[in-house]
């Protein structure tokens, strides 16, 4: 029948055992939200001394379309996102073997890239500065590296996302308008990378065990 799988799913070597609860772009969106929510963010100290240090109340996965937000305020959306086949052909990630559940192993068919959109809400200037200040630093916390490796969400097996902050944040939308009603806008992108991967059942190859005849070539 057309649409059916002309390969025997009894046939299948290594059986489908569960697939995850979430996909790779969303498990991308989720990690980076949370790592965002993590951050601590600090206004200089003004004509009183004192430091202002200060968390996001939230991160949306929808471009906020309420006029009344809980500043500051992020969202994260996935302007772009790209998936490339693994070499054409399943791989097996053998650390994975029996991590999920005995007997499995993931199978990484695809890498995914992903462009993501994050936009901060602010309704103070000293707020937009502290975000734009330390947001090169947070997505670049190591000297051997660009970008940060994250854990993902445990809805897709906990795998790590490496997220690379891509060029200067932006003040956008910045409008006199916007800055009359009391709102202030930053925008990023960020550059995520996750494999795609599904968990499969393993079945352990045995070993061939030659068997050679030695004969005493004396007898």
Not at 73 to 81: E, L
Not at 101 to 108: D, F, Q
């Amino acid at each position: 029948m057309t649409g059916e799988v002309i390969k025997n799913a009894d046939s299948f070597a290594y059986p489908l055992m569960r697939a995850p609860r979430t996909d790779a772009q969303n498990a991308a969106k989720q990690t980076v939200a949370e790592f965002l929510k993590r951050a601590t963010f600090t206004i200089s100290a003004g004509d009183d001394g004192k430091e202002n240090r200060f968390n996001l109340n939230g991160v949306l996965f929808k471009f906020p379309r309420n006029a009344e937000l809980n500043y500051p305020i992020a969202s994260v959306t996935v302007p772009t996102s790209d998936q490339q086949a693994h070499n054409f052909t399943p791989t097996p990630l053998e650390h994975t073997i029996d991590c999920y559940a005995p007997g499995t192993v993931l199978w990484k068919t695809a890498e995914l890239v992903a462009d993501l959109q994050v936009d901060f809400f602010v309704n103070d200037e000293p707020t937009q500065e502290a975000i734009a200040a330390l947001l090169p630093a947070l997505f670049n916390p190591h000297e051997d590296m660009s970008g940060v490796m994250l854990r993902g969400p445990e809805a897709y097996w906990c795998l790590p996302v490496r997220a690379t902050l891509m060029g200067d944040p932006e003040r956008f939308g910045d409008t006199e308008e916007a800055v009359y009603a009391g709102e202030r806008r930053l925008l990023v992108k960020v550059r995520t990378e996750l494999d795609v991967v599904h968990l499969r059942e393993v079945r352990r190859l045995r070993k061939p065990v030659l068997l050679t005849d030695v004969r005493d070539g004396s007898s």
